[in-house]
């Protein structure tokens, strides 16, 4: 469905919401407005930085690097991977051990570019639901974009219980 709603979208940029996230304030949208209007064209997507630590987490594939490395947005940097090279790292912080963190926009809120969905041709057809939003972060650090962590002036996001079967969630703000 996020597909076809991309589809139809002839802005310069595209403001997403989850079902269960909502404006709290009416200065919400000139507040995020104005962190896009002075970003270099390098930041892709804005909102709430957070951090995966294990897959798991946010996924139910068997092999999320092997997912990423055949992606049609693969742009041959190394996957997030606590094994040595994980994200170019042999020895991430002294332990001998790649860098395992994966960076993201939190999904119940963001705003991007809408050239970025479209050369992403994004959300990557094989994806259903779990994970779009931690994979959608690494396509975007895939092509050598960055995202910007603005919080979330004026907006509630994921008010209610997680939906879906995903273990407890280690999701934790940057």
């Given at each position: 469905?996020?597909?076809r709603l991309f589809e139809q979208v002839s802005t310069e940029r595209i403001w997403w919401f989850d079902d269960d996230s909502y404006l709290t304030a009416p200065s919400a949208w000139e507040e995020w407005v104005e962190a896009t209007s002075s970003a270099p064209d390098s930041v892709a997507m804005w909102g709430e930085l957070y951090?995966?630590?294990r897959p798991k987490d946010f996924t139910d594939l068997e092999d999320v690097v092997a997912f990423v490395r055949k992606a049609s947005w693969y742009r041959g940097l190394p996957p997030p991977s606590w094994r040595c090279g994980g994200k170019g790292e042999f020895d991430f912080q002294n332990q001998n051990c790649g860098d395992g963190r994966w960076d993201?926009?939190?999904?119940?809120?963001w705003l991007i570019r809408t050239s970025v969905i479209r050369a992403?041709?994004?959300?990557d057809r094989?994806?259903?639901k779990l994970g779009d939003d931690v994979?959608?972060?690494?396509?975007?650090?895939q092509q050598g974009w960055k995202l910007a962590?603005?919080?979330s002036p004026g907006v509630a996001i994921?008010?209610?219980p997680r939906r879906g079967c995903v273990g407890s969630s280690n999701h934790a703000p940057t």
């Open positions: 469905m996020m597909r951090r995966c630590i993201f926009i939190v999904g119940g809120c992403l041709d994004w959300p094989r994806l259903v994979l959608l972060g690494e396509a975007i650090r962590n603005i919080g994921n008010t209610q």
